[in-house]
């Protein structure tokens, strides 16, 4: 497995923004970067409008201070107002001066080079630069992947119990602070247990796969499935009523009811039993208490026979 610190060198053929005001600096600079293969762009360092939306982003930029270093500090923060946080700049100093060169970092410069300076050291500090950018993004995109990794069932793919508890949540708290109604289903296939004692749990396993599947594509995109328990699923729906809950919870169970499912070399049919519960403004209630209305009513739905919707107190016939 390749690492971060395998990774290959890209830090050439980048695209890098010159922010120079003299135009033999910016010639100079521009024939530099431009040997070591990389794309220039020169840029008014007064103005704030050149980085225009969807264009892509340069992987560098350099500015120079000279002559007036106090100008280029104010140069600097218009920079740092349009490049991305991540975007490392390099500073060019007119002189080895402490108080403006501290000025410098605290204004968002990642390194400086006092003038005068020689090519080689120039290419070998954008080289730093830019290798210590990938590092940080590799390691952003690896956090988010381990994120992403404890939020979510590594068998269907759908939000783990850890994510579904932190959604609903925040969907009780936009209900008692906007007033959106929240309903809340819990789905089980009633068929699981027989299909993994005569198919296997691998087969059973398969199963759950395709009805989280089924579950994905039809709900909406602010709806919330996640595999709340080995063998349910739990259904969030923000800005739904009782009546829309009932809605979903028959077009979900119809769905997979009429559904034959490849197991191997055999095809089977199952029923889903869901059960909802909904808060509205007038009766919030408590996360726990909408979650124990919904497990309640299915319980009531599977005691019924299986196969059939039951939202909170009113039982429905498939």
Do not use: K, Y
């Amino acid at each position: 497995m390749t690492g971060i610190a395998d990774a290959p060198d890209r830090s050439h053929g980048r695209r890098l923004v010159l922010a120079v005001r003299d135009p033999s600096t910016r010639a100079r600079l521009a024939q530099i970067l431009s040997a070591g293969g990389h794309s220039v762009q020169a840029v008014d360092p007064a103005a704030t409008d050149w980085l225009g939306p969807g264009e892509p982003e340069p992987a560098a930029a350099i500015l120079d201070l000279a002559p007036d270093a106090a100008a280029g500090l104010d140069d600097l923060a218009r920079l740092r107002e349009v490049l991305p946080a991540d975007v490392p700049v390099l500073l060019l100093h007119p002189v080895a001066e402490a108080s403006t060169m501290a000025d410098g970092f605290r204004g968002g410069a990642d390194d400086m080079l006092v003038r005068p300076f020689d090519d080689a050291e120039l290419s070998l500090r954008l080289l730093v630069m830019l290798r210590a950018r990938d590092v940080l993004r590799e390691l952003a995109a690896a956090n988010l992947r381990l994120h992403a990794l404890g939020r979510t069932d590594d068998l269907t793919g759908l939000a783990n119990p850890r994510a579904f508890a932190e959604r609903l949540g925040s969907e009780h708290a936009r209900l008692r602070r906007f007033g959106l109604p929240l309903a809340q289903l819990v789905v089980a296939c009633d068929d699981l247990a027989s299909v993994a004692a005569s198919h296997g749990q691998a087969m059973s396993n398969l199963l759950l796969r395709e009805i989280a599947r089924l579950l994905v594509a039809n709900l909406r995109d602010t709806d919330l499935p996640g595999r709340t328990a080995p063998a349910e699923f739990g259904v969030l729906l923000p800005g739904t009523d009782l009546a829309g809950a009932r809605v979903v919870a028959h077009r979900l169970r119809e769905l997979v009811s009429m559904t034959v499912f490849s197991l191997g070399a055999d095809e089977v049919r199952v029923t889903l039993s869901v059960g909802g519960a909904a808060a509205v403004r007038e009766r919030p209630g408590s996360l726990a208490t909408l979650e124990d209305r919904a497990a309640a009513a299915l319980r009531r739905a599977r005691s019924a026979g299986g196969g059939r919707v039951r939202i909170e107190d009113e039982e429905e016939s498939p």
